[in-house]
Every structure is written in structure tokens, then in C-alpha cells.
């Protein structure tokens, strides 16, 4: 009896909890109508779960960088990296966060150029990157 009891009580938590694909579109939902900080805690939530899911990352880091924060943005941009993904994209955006934080920025664009982003060509020519 104590068995069907223990699981008739957890039954209401078990309904409202949410996957982590739930978190990421809601944290991807509130980054499009410029709710960062309510994006940020969805992404921190769907990492918290599933700490290998690689987009939470790159999202949450694009959020980060959207509110100025580029220290945390370029942190999310290389997990992203680091979980194996060479999305022209993501070296691009931790580039410019680099760029904005006054940090090194050049083999970003110069990696982000190679894998076909042709602005980031150009970018790296024009800042004079070796």
C-alpha cells in the first residue's frame, strides 16, 4: 500500500516536468522575442539535464553575447566547439564576442572563413590576420 501511495504523490511531478527539448525550444522561443535572461535559465536548465546537448550551448552563448556578456559567450561558443561541431557560425560568433572583449579574434574568422563563411574572408584580410 505504501508503494502505490509513494507513487500516486510523485504522479503530479512527474506530468509537469519538462525534457530537455522542451527547455531548449522555450529558452530558443524567449531568445527570439528578446527575453535573454528567461532563454538564458531555459538553456542553463536544458544543460543542466543534458550536459552534452551541443545547440544549448551555442544558443545560450549567442544569448550571452546578445546582452553583452561576452566572457560567458565565448565559454558557451567553446563547449560547442569542443563537443566536435565545425559550424562556420559558431567561429564566427566567438569571434566577434572575442573581438567585442578585446581578445585575440583572428583565428576564429580564419577558421570560420575556411569552413565558408566568406565575410569572415574578407574580415580576416581586412584586420590584417596572419
Known sequence: MKRYLVIVLLIPFLSF???????????????????????????????????????AYNMRGYTYYSLGNYEDAIADFTEFIGSGTDIADVY???????????????????KACDLGKEECCKWHIEYNCK
Open 17 to 55: 516536468s519538462q525534457s530537455v527539448k522542451e527547455y531548449f525550444e522555450k529558452g530558443s522561443d524567449y531568445a527570439k522575442t528578446g527575453e535573454y535572461q528567461l532563454a538564458i535559465d531555459n538553456f542553463t536548465e536544458c544543460l543542466r539535464i543534458d550536459t552534452n546537448y551541443a545547440l
Open 92 to 110: 564566427y560568433n566567438r569571434g566577434l564576442a572575442k573581438q567585442k572583449a578585446g581578445l585575440s579574434f583572428c583565428s576564429d574568422y580564419k
